[in-house]
C-alpha cells in the first residue's frame, strides 16, 4: 500500500489566493483527519470525517477554511482567501476505525 | 478538559537509554500512542498500548502505563543516531472520536 498520499508537498502563494490541499487516504480506510501543525500551537486537528460525512469540524479557524470528501478515496481542505497567518504544515491522516491513525508527508504551505 | 502533557526536549548519548515521559487526564482513554515524526515528514504510528496493560515491549521499545497516575513512558533502549525526532505521545478519551496529541518530545542523539 502507497500510504496516504498529500499534494502537493510544497505550495508558496501570496496572501489572498485560494489554496487547494489534496489527499488520498489509505484504501478501506474509514476515518479521515485533517492537522495542521506550527511551532506556536503544535498539531491542531482541524476537521475529520467519517465514511465521506464530516463529524467535527470545530477546529476549523474560521470560514475561510472548507473541507470536503466526495468520495472515500479524495479528500481536499481549501483556503480562500488565504493569509501569512496559515502558514504551516498540513497534514492529511486516515484510519480504519478511530484507532491507529496513518499520516501523509504534509503539506509545507507558505503564504506571502 | 482533555489534555497531554510532555516535557519538550531530551538529550541523550548514543547507546544509553531515553525515557520519553508523557501525562494525560482523560482516565477512561481505551488506547495510549506513541508516535515518531522525523525532520520533514509525517507522524508514524510507533507503538500503542490498551488501556487494560501495564507494558507492552516491542524490540527496543518499552511501554509503561501506569492508570492511576495517569502516567504513560516509552523507553529507547540503546539509542541510536537514527532515533533522533518529535515524539508525541496521544489519547483517545473515551468521551469523543478523536486523537489528543501531547506537544512532542524532540530527542537529541549525540555521541
Known amino acids: 500500500d502507497a500510504g496516504v498520499i498529500q499534494s502537493p508537498r510544497h505550495e508558496v502563494t501570496e496572501m489572498g489566493q485560494e489554496v487547494t490541499l489534496r489527499c488520498k487516504p489509505i484504501?478501506?480506510?474509514?476515518?479521515l483527519f485533517w492537522y495542521r501543525q506550527t511551532m506556536m500551537r503544535g498539531l491542531e486537528l482541524l476537521i475529520y470525517?467519517?465514511?465521506?460525512?464530516?463529524?467535527?469540524d470545530s477546529g476549523m479557524p474560521e470560514d475561510r477554511f472548507s473541507a470536503k470528501m466526495p468520495n472515500a478515496s479524495f479528500s481536499t481542505l481549501k483556503i480562500q482567501p488565504s493569509e501569512p497567518r496559515d502558514s504551516a504544515v498540513y497534514f492529511c491522516?486516515?484510519?480504519?476505525?478511530?484507532?491507529?491513525?496513518?499520516f501523509g508527508s504534509g503539506t509545507q504551505l507558505s503564504v506571502l | 478538559g482533555e489534555d497531554v502533557e510532555q516535557s519538550l526536549f531530551l538529550s541523550v548519548r548514543e547507546g544509553d537509554s531515553s525515557v520519553i515521559n508523557c501525562t494525560y487526564t482523560?482516565?477512561?482513554?481505551?488506547?495510549l500512542y506513541w508516535y515518531k515524526q522525523e525532520p520533514g515528514a509525517g507522524l508514524q504510528l510507533l507503538t500503542y498500548?490498551?488501556?487494560?496493560?501495564d507494558m507492552k515491549q516491542d524490540q527496543r521499545l518499552t511501554v509503561l502505563l501506569n492508570k492511576k497516575d495517569k502516567h504513560l513512558s516509552l523507553r529507547i533502549a540503546d539509542t541510536q543516531t537514527g532515533d533522533s525526532a518529535i515524539y508525541f505521545c496521544?489519547?483517545?478519551?473515551?468521551?469523543?472520536?478523536?486523537?489528543?496529541f501531547g506537544a512532542g518530545t524532540r530527542l537529541a542523539v549525540h555521541p
Open positions: 484504501s478501506g480506510h474509514d476515518y
Open positions: 491522516a486516515s484510519s480504519l476505525g478511530r484507532e491507529k491513525l496513518f
Open positions: 470525517f467519517n465514511n465521506n460525512v464530516p463529524i467535527d
Open positions: 496521544a489519547e483517545t478519551p473515551r468521551s469523543g472520536n478523536k486523537l489528543i
Open positions: 482523560d482516565s477512561s482513554s481505551t488506547y
Open positions: 498500548i490498551f488501556s487494560n496493560m
